[in-house]
């Protein structure tokens, strides 16, 4: 059983960065991925970033690649999303997501690749 609670959302001003975070408490995937999806009104749930827990491999959306950088600290089990030129289509509730699968796979399977959820965590983005 994994608990992911998400902090770090807010307002910001187009351009502006954000720092998100996530902690895991209960037992932790020490061995597998934890990643960041996000869903803006109106709109499916989105593949963001993931890291794997151990290995250090990350991997992003297009639509966030050289502006999101996905960071881990598993001595604290907290994975954190690093936000920079933020765009008004960034705007979302932003969820914290554990995973068996490795961070590539997490990727393809997207929302069926996930086994535990946070409950989210609101950026806005302002114009």
């Known amino acids: 059983q994994v608990q992911l609670v998400e902090s770090g959302g807010g307002l910001v001003q187009a351009g502006g960065s954000l720092r998100l975070s996530c902690a895991a408490s209960g037992r932790t995937f020490s061995s597998s991925t934890m990643g960041w999806f996000r869903q803006a009104p109106g709109k499916e749930r989105d593949f963001v970033a993931a890291i794997n827990w151990t290995g250090g491999s990350t991997i992003y959306a297009d639509s966030v690649k050289g502006r999101f950088t996905i960071s881990r600290d598993n001595a604290e089990n907290t994975v954190d999303l690093q936000m920079n030129s933020l765009k008004p289509e960034d705007s979302a509730v932003y969820y914290c997501?554990?995973?068996?699968?490795?961070?590539?796979?997490?990727?393809?399977?997207?929302?069926?690749?996930?086994?535990?959820w946070g409950k989210g965590t609101l950026v806005t983005v302002s114009s």
């Open positions: 997501a554990a995973s068996h699968n490795i961070a590539q796979v997490m990727a393809v399977l997207k929302l069926s690749g996930v086994n535990y």
